[in-house]
């Protein structure tokens, strides 16, 4: 029996290249450790015609991690972007910004909250993503780590073809991550 293949709605691809610089001086922040990212990021979605996307941007991105007690650490990610190639979608900037702050809270061995909050450039626009991980059993015992994950997303740019759309929604599922 054969049926017509469902496509993808949209599926975005981001190849990024960066340098970073980490031992910087730490003790103004009193974190455990001071970094520092910058670079040059793509994103386009594959498509074609009216719903073709692309955007190309420079960043630079500070870190700092603080260690708690019992292995739990928080980490602190800011990035500042300046984006470049806004041919078709000029207005992006005002749905996902140029201004981006990441949080997280978590060990390794049990529980993480990620959040990331996008700023719109006008302030009107922006989105927040929460997620919730914890590891699984390790199911090949070699290369990957697994986790049951919550994701909740809220706001503007999820996509970048319907980047001037607001969406709202939860997911549920795995993730894997290869284990470093």
């Given at each position: ?82 984006i470049m190639g806004l041919e078709d ?73 319907t980047y001037d759309q607001r969406s ?13």
């Amino acid at each position: 029996m054969e049926a017509d293949s469902k496509p993808f709605f949209d599926s975005s691809y981001r190849p990024e290249g960066w340098w970073h610089q980490g031992g910087l001086p730490r003790d103004w922040l009193a974190a455990e450790s001071v970094a520092v990212e910058g670079g040059f990021g793509h994103e386009s979605n594959g498509q074609s015609g009216d719903i073709s996307r692309s955007l190309n941007h420079l960043f630079i991105r500070p870190m700092a991690r603080w260690d708690l007690t019992r292995d739990w650490q928080i980490h602190l990610t800011p990035r500042l972007r300046y984006i470049m190639g806004l041919e078709d979608n000029e207005d992006l900037p005002r749905y996902r910004g140029i201004f981006d702050v990441g949080l997280n809270l978590g060990r390794d061995d049990s529980w993480k909250f990620a959040t990331i909050t996008h700023v719109g450039t006008q302030l009107d626009r922006g989105s927040f993503q929460r997620d919730v991980s914890y590891p699984l059993v390790d199911i090949t015992n070699v290369w990957i780590n697994c986790f049951a994950h919550v994701q909740w997303f809220s706001g503007w740019a999820e996509s970048l073809r319907t980047y001037d759309q607001r969406s709202d929604h939860v997911l549920i599922g795995i993730s894997f991550a290869e284990r470093v």
